[in-house]
């Protein structure tokens, strides 16, 4: 499995925005979906957005639909998620993870390779 490790996180005000990374290493990261998810202490890992091995397709949730883009540049070994208009309910730990496969996933459980999780804060 890839090791990854999210960075790019802050705080921000409301209509702000931020661009998280996601370094991977360890394994060639060409052949890996990327999925970028978040987390509120005490609730559950929330998908926001995924895409396939070469960044082509992509899927977003609905709460971010429109506002974030995903995208990976696998010269680099790198994912990215560009957050635009942020909200004050985006606030939570941010997870990058990955998997080989041909397309992309939604699942958590369907993910190996997971970030420490990076911090971003909005405020009203």
């Known amino acids: 499995q890839v090791q990854l490790v999210e960075s790019g996180g802050g705080s921000v005000q409301a209509g702000g925005s931020l661009t998280l990374s996601c370094a991977a290493s360890?394994?060639?990261?060409?052949?890996?979906?990327l999925g970028w998810f978040r987390q509120v202490p005490g609730n559950v890992r929330e998908f926001l957005a995924a895409c396939n091995w070469n960044g082509k397709n992509t899927y977003y949730s609905d709460s971010v639909r429109g506002r974030f883009t995903i995208s990976k540049d696998n010269a680099k070994n790198m994912g990215y998620l560009q957050m635009n208009s942020l909200k004050p309910e985006d606030t939570a730990v941010y997870f990058c993870?990955?998997?080989?496969?041909?397309?992309?996933?939604?699942?958590?459980?369907?993910?190996?390779?997971w970030g420490q999780g990076t911090q971003v804060t909005v405020s009203s």
């Open positions: 993870a990955a998997e080989p496969m041909s397309t992309w996933s939604a699942a958590i459980n369907e993910y190996r390779s």
């Open positions: 360890g394994r060639t990261f060409g052949s890996y979906a």
